[in-house]
C-alpha cells in the first residue's frame, strides 16, 4: 500500500489544520509559509502535503492526485463536489458569506421581486443561487480580487464575499447587508483512496473528528 497526500492551502487553513494533524501524529517538515517547495513531506514517510490554490484543493482530491485535503464550505460549493466524500466539518477557518453595498445603497429596495443588480463576486454559483431564490434578477461579474472595488467604481452595484471582520468593508465604506451562509473548511476525501487506502486514512479522519468534537463540548 502506498502513502497518502494531504493536499491543502497556505494561510488560515493550514495553521488552523495543525492541531488536527497533531493528533493524528502528523507534523510537516517545513513552514509552507516560508518553503517555496510544493512537496512537503512529514514525520511519518507514508504522508506528504500538496500545498496548492485553495480553490484548487478539491480538484485535487477529485482527480487523485491527493488523497484527502480541507477545503472551506465556498469552495466546495463552488466545485460542485464531485467525487468527494465530506466526512467532517472541522470548524476551522470560520467566517461568513454575505451581499455588501456601498453605505447609502437602497439595498432593500433594489432587491425587490423582478428587480436586476449588478453583482460582482468570484462565487458566481452560490451568489446565482441566493438571489434566484429572491426573484431577483442578476448580471454576475467574475472577479478575482480587490472585490471591494468594483462598487466604488461602478463596475457592480453591490459584491459577494466572505467577511471575518468587516473591516476591510468597513475601510472602503461599504456595507454587509445581508448574510448568505456561515463558511467553515471540511474534511474531503477522494471516495476511490477511502477504499484502497482506508487502513492509512481512517484513523486520521477519526483523530481529526475526536479534536472537533472535543472542541465542540
Do not use: W
Request: proline fraction near 5%.
Amino acid at each position: 500500500m502506498t502513502g497518502i497526500t494531504l493536499a491543502l492551502s497556505k494561510g488560515r487553513i493550514f495553521s488552523e489544520t495543525l492541531p488536527l494533524l497533531a493528533a493524528a501524529g502528523i507534523v510537516p517538515d517545513e513552514e509552507p509559509e516560508i518553503s517555496r517547495k510544493l512537496v512537503i513531506e512529514s514525520n511519518r514517510p507514508d504522508v506528504r502535503f500538496v500545498i496548492v490554490r485553495a480553490s484548487d484543493v478539491p480538484t485535487y482530491v477529485q482527480y487523485g492526485a491527493a488523497d484527502l485535503g480541507v477545503a472551506g464550505k465556498d469552495v466546495l460549493i463552488e466545485h460542485g463536489g464531485m467525487g468527494l466524500y465530506q466526512p467532517l466539518d472541522l470548524d476551522i477557518a470560520r467566517c461568513r458569506m454575505m451581499v455588501a453595498a456601498p453605505e447609502g445603497f437602497d439595498y432593500a429596495n433594489a432587491v425587490r421581486q423582478g428587480a436586476r443588480l449588478k453583482v460582482a463576486t468570484k462565487y458566481i454559483r452560490t451568489a446565482r443561487e441566493h438571489f434566484a431564490a429572491k426573484g431577483v434578477h442578476v448580471d454576475l461579474i467574475k472577479l478575482y480580487g480587490s472585490m471591494e472595488l468594483a462598487p466604488l467604481v461602478g463596475l457592480s452595484d453591490a459584491i459577494v464575499d466572505l467577511v471575518s471582520s468587516g473591516a476591510t468593508l468597513k475601510a472602503n465604506r461599504l456595507l454587509a447587508v445581508e448574510h448568505i451562509m456561515d463558511i467553515s473548511s471540511r474534511l474531503i476525501v477522494n471516495q476511490a483512496a477511502l477504499k484502497l487506502k482506508h487502513p492509512l486514512l481512517q484513523p486520521i479522519i477519526d483523530a481529526f473528528r475526536s479534536v472537533v468534537e472535543k472542541n465542540v463540548c
